[in-house]
């Protein structure tokens, strides 16, 4: 493996572990009740779903397509959405809905999470991952969130260790 590889790959573990931590903030809506305002929706167009403008949004609020900029704090509630058109870190290129009523646990959903986002990385970018100059991460279920919300959802987000990109990255070949 090269070093961008572990790079990369470091930097996923250290996002998905953080994400293991931020999800029941945001589930148990802790930051939204102290500041007494709903969750953050993006502006959307009715017609493709697309984000319009630049905002925050709930991490729950997330769908395939959207493109954020990277979140530097460790808890995260919300994100910084944009239009894909405009520079950005990052875009959701898959969601996984797991299955099952009990927890499976952190190390499985992680080893779930990581074969989905794996898995569909080659299709949406055209060029398989130890190829690619691409990385990617995941948000994934927590405990939390899995038994108090019925969060099921894992969203692969992919993005460009170079820097920021305009447009998306589906069929970037790189």
């Not at 403008?53 to 729950?60: Q, T």
């Amino acid at each position: 493996m090269n070093i961008q590889k572990r790079r990369t790959l470091t930097r996923a573990i250290v996002a998905i572990a953080a994400v293991a931590v931020v999800i029941p903030l945001s589930g148990c809506s802790i930051l939204r009740d102290l500041t007494g305002g709903p969750a953050p929706q993006p502006e959307r167009d009715e017609t493709t779903q697309e984000i319009v403008e630049e905002g925050d949004a709930d991490v729950f609020a997330l769908m395939v397509g959207d493109c954020m900029n990277e979140v530097s704090e460790e808890l995260v509630s919300e994100v910084p959405v944009v239009p894909c058109d405009q520079p950005h870190d990052e875009e959701v290129y898959f969601d996984l809905t797991l299955e099952g009523e009990e927890y499976p646990g952190d190390d499985v959903i992680q080893t779930q999470s990581d074969e989905a986002c794996l898995a569909q990385f080659e299709p949406f970018v055209g060029l398989a991952y130890d190829s690619s100059a691409l990385g990617f991460y995941a948000y994934r279920p927590s405990q939390e969130s899995w038994e108090q919300m019925d969060d099921r959802v894992v969203s692969c987000v992919i993005y460009d260790p170079a820097g920021q990109v305009t447009g998306t990255l589906a069929g970037a070949a790189r």
